[in-house]
C-alpha cells in the first residue's frame, strides 16, 4: 500500500469559499463519491453554511481529504438486544445536540494510501474528524452519526472499526446509519445490555 508523503495534519478551514484547493479536488466518479464532490464544490462556491469542514493535508502532497460536520438530530429505534431474550418493544433514542457528519472522502489520487506511521488515510482522516468533533462540542464527543449507504463496503468498513455502530435503514427511502455514542452515554439503554455492538457491524445481505 503506497505512502502519502509529507506529514499529514488536519484543520478546520472557517473560510471554504474560494478555498483554491477545492477547486481541484476530486473524491471519483461513484455516487458515494459523487455526493462528496458536491458538498466540497457547494463549499467552495460559498452555497452552504453551518457547516464545518476539515481538510486533510500534507506540505508535499497537498490537500489529501476532505470532511464534513454539524450539529444536527438524531432519531433511530434500538431493538432489544437478542441475548436478553425480550420481547419488549424498540425503543427510540433521540439526541438533539448530535454531531452529523456530512461527507468524509479522499481524493481519488490517494485512495488506498496510508500515511506516515502506517494508519490508513481514511481512518486517520475519520479519527482526526472525530478530534475536530471533540473540540467544537465542548471538549467530549457527542453522539456522532452518518448515513451511509449499506452497499458502500469501503465506508461501512471504515466507521465499523472506528467504533461506529450499523442502524439498517428505518424508512423506504433513508440509507442505513453509523451511529457512536457519546462518551457519557450512561442511559436506561445501558441497563438493557445496549452497545454500539448490539447492532450488526455490516449491513446484512
Keep these: 500500500m503506497a505512502q502519502i508523503p509529507g506529514e499529514p495534519r488536519l484543520r478546520v478551514i472557517h473560510r471554504p469559499r474560494g478555498y483554491a484547493p477545492f477547486g481541484d479536488f476530486y473524491c471519483g466518479s461513484g455516487e458515494p463519491e459523487a455526493a462528496v464532490n458536491r458538498i466540497v464544490a457547494a463549499q467552495y462556491a460559498g452555497r452552504e453554511e453551518g457547516v464545518r469542514v476539515v481538510v486533510m493535508e500534507t506540505p508535499r502532497a497537498g490537500l489529501v481529504g476532505v470532511a464534513a ?18 420481547r419488549s ?15 468524509i472522502g479522499l481524493d481519488e489520487n490517494f485512495r488506498g494510501h496510508r500515511v506516515e506511521g502506517g494508519a490508513r488515510a481514511g481512518t486517520f482522516l475519520l479519527q482526526g474528524t472525530l ?5 467544537a462540542f465542548g471538549g467530549e464527543v457527542p453522539w456522532t452519526w452518518a448515513y451511509l449507504d449499506p452497499a458502500n463496503a469501503p465506508s461501512q468498513r471504515l466507521f465499523h472499526e472506528s467504533g461506529f ?3 439498517p435503514p428505518q424508512g423506504p427511502v433513508e440509507d442505513s446509519k453509523r451511529v457512536l455514542p457519546s462518551v457519557r452515554f450512561d442511559g436506561p439503554l445501558m441497563a ?5 455492538g448490539a447492532f450488526p457491524s455490516v449491513p446484512e445481505r
Excluded at 131 to 135: A, N, S
Excluded at 192 to 196: A, D, F, I, K, T
Design 165 to 167: 455502530g450499523y442502524v
Design 69 to 86: 460536520f454539524s450539529a444536527r438530530e438524531l432519531t433511530l429505534d434500538v431493538l432489544p438486544t437478542p441475548w436478553r431474550g425480550t
Design 192 to 196: 438493557r445490555g445496549w452497545r454500539c
Design 131 to 135: 478530534d475536530l468533533i471533540r473540540e
Design 89 to 103: 418493544a424498540a425503543t427510540t433514542v433521540t439526541v438533539p445536540d448530535a454531531a452529523y457528519i456530512h461527507a
